[in-house]
């Protein structure tokens, strides 16, 4: 049957295994890593183990003794007794106050999945001042303790290390400025409407300024001939590294069509992408490491997710549990924002290499992308079925739906859309509205909508 060792070994390599190639786990590791709520901690500590250190044989070489001179006498601790006492002081105090913190994270975190959604959460972990906060409160409470054990005299006319106790006491002080910061930041994440605030900074920032705004309108070939290539992964498709498949289409003069829109939860064995050449091994492995996938949705990855995060806090809002319209009426105040500059972009997709023999950039590979017209209708069908019976939500859908189909850039094809979702929301309004006049203004509304621009 095997040693305990041997089982365990032999599910580490299975684990293993499921990877299939070595840069599909380094790129899992990584991920891991670098979301997890620990990772700025364990580097935080690290460098105060690293301070520690330093500092102990600084002192080894008579740091105080030269500091004595140089600095006020009441700065100076000369009893061994009382620098002992104020290093396990702080130690047991600090322990207590990240206890403390680490518990208002936690109910930081149920609060949000409660309340808003659950996937906002990898979002919240994230948030690097928490994990600052955290970090100092782990790091100094491993200076202290190892300064603290490292506090017996090996002669009688040692001298105290008064300078690392110093030290340590200036990062107890730390510590507790920054737990006001951290207070105030604490009560300031729970609220939805800076949640709101922050989803949608993030995805208007991945608007103007991601990789979609570099995409140009360039019609994609007939690809009913071309070799189509399957998955060997399954997750989320994170994000597809434009440029490094790019540059191998270039190498070897091939032409890549992406068939899944990133963000998608992906299986094995699926159609992932078409080529217009027969592949090597070699060469289709170098391309699959191309595309990276995830276990998790973060609005930092995609404008897509982090528009769908805020349309869940919206139905969220709007479910019986909850009953909170005025959420609902915010999040659609910044759905505006956001599908106004998802119009700009024109549903673009190929992705430009910029190339040294050419005046223009060169299009080697184009991505399949979630367009104007679907992503309002996900939004807004999600919207619709809890929304149906309230006017004010109704009539603020009908409000951004008026602004996007009075923009300058509004296309004929927009406008089609736009009209249809209006439409959409008037049939639901006469079905749903027990108030003949509740009804009246929708109707006004929606006809307002339709009136073609002079």
């Given at each position: ?5 041997d ?9 293993i295994?499921k990877?299939?190639r070595l ?9 891991k ?6 990772f ?11 301070l ?34 104020i ?40 948030n690097k001042?928490?994990?600052?906060v ?10 202290c ?21 110093l030290?340590?006491?200036f990062f ?12 105030h ?11 709101l ?5 993030t ?19 007939d ?6 290539y ?9 994000y597809?590294?434009?440029e490094?498949?790019s540059?191998?289409?270039?190498k ?18 699926v ?10 091994d070699?060469?289709?492995?170098k ?13 930092e ?12 806090i919206?139905v ?27 119009m ?8 430009p ?32 079925a ?10 603020q ?6 602004f996007?189909?009075g ?7 927009f ?14 309004a ?5 108030n003949?006049e ?16 002079v």
């Open positions: 049957m095997g040693t305990p060792l089982r365990k070994t032999k599910q580490i390599m299975n684990w295994k990877f299939k840069p599909y786990l380094i790129n899992f590791l990584y991920e890593a670098t979301t997890s709520i620990a700025y901690p364990t580097l935080i500590a690290v460098f105060f183990l690293l520690t250190s330093l500092m102990l044989f600084l002192e080894g070489k008579g740091l105080t003794t030269w500091i004595e001179k140089n600095i006020p006498v009441f700065l100076v601790i000369k009893s061994w007794e009382i620098a002992q006492s290093l396990t002081t702080l130690v047991g105090a600090l322990i207590s106050l990240m206890v403390f913190s680490f518990s208002m994270v936690m109910v930081l975190l149920n609060n949000a999945a409660s309340n808003y959604s659950p996937r906002i959460l990898p979002s919240l972990i994230a001042f928490h994990q600052f955290l970090g100092t409160y782990l790091g100094t409470i491993t200076y303790l190892l300064l603290a054990i490292n506090m017996t005299p090996t002669r009688t006319d040692a001298v105290v290390p008064s300078m690392s106790i030290l340590g006491i107890g002080l730390t510590c507790l400025m920054i737990f006001v910061f951290f207070i930041s604490i009560s300031e994440a729970v609220q939805v409407g800076k949640i605030e922050s989803l949608a900074a995805t208007r920032k991945k608007l103007e300024n991601g990789a979609i705004a570099t995409f140009v309108n360039q019609p994609v070939p690809i009913s001939s071309w070799k189509t399957k998955t060997d992964r399954v997750g989320y498709l994170k597809v590294n434009c490094k498949i540059k191998l289409c270039a070897h003069q091939l032409k890549i069509k992406v068939l899944i829109p990133t963000r998608t939860y992906v299986v094995d064995e159609d992932l992408f078409c080529c217009n050449q027969k592949l090597e070699d060469l289709k492995n391309i699959l490491e191309g595309f990276i996938f995830s276990e998790n949705e973060v609005a990855d995609d404008h897509v997710i982090g528009i769908k995060q805020i349309t869940e919206a969220k809002a709007m479910s019986p549990g909850i009953n909170d319209p005025g959420t609902a009426l915010s999040a659609l105040n910044y759905l505006t924002i956001l599908f106004s500059k998802k700009d972009l024109k549903d673009a997709s190929a992705f290499l910029p190339s040294e023999g050419e005046a223009s950039p060169v299009v080697f590979l184009w991505l399949k992308m979630i367009t104007f017209q679907d992503l309002l209708f996900q939004v807004l069908a999600a919207l619709r809890y929304a149906r019976q309230d006017l004010m939500v109704m009539l859908m009908l409000r951004m739906l008026n996007l189909v923009k300058e850039n509004a296309t004929p094809d406008r089609k859309v736009i009209r249809l979702e209006a439409e959409k929301i008037r049939i639901d006469e079905q749903y509205l027990t003949p509740d009804y009246k203004e929708v109707e006004t509304f929606v006809a307002k909508i339709k009136k073609e621009p």
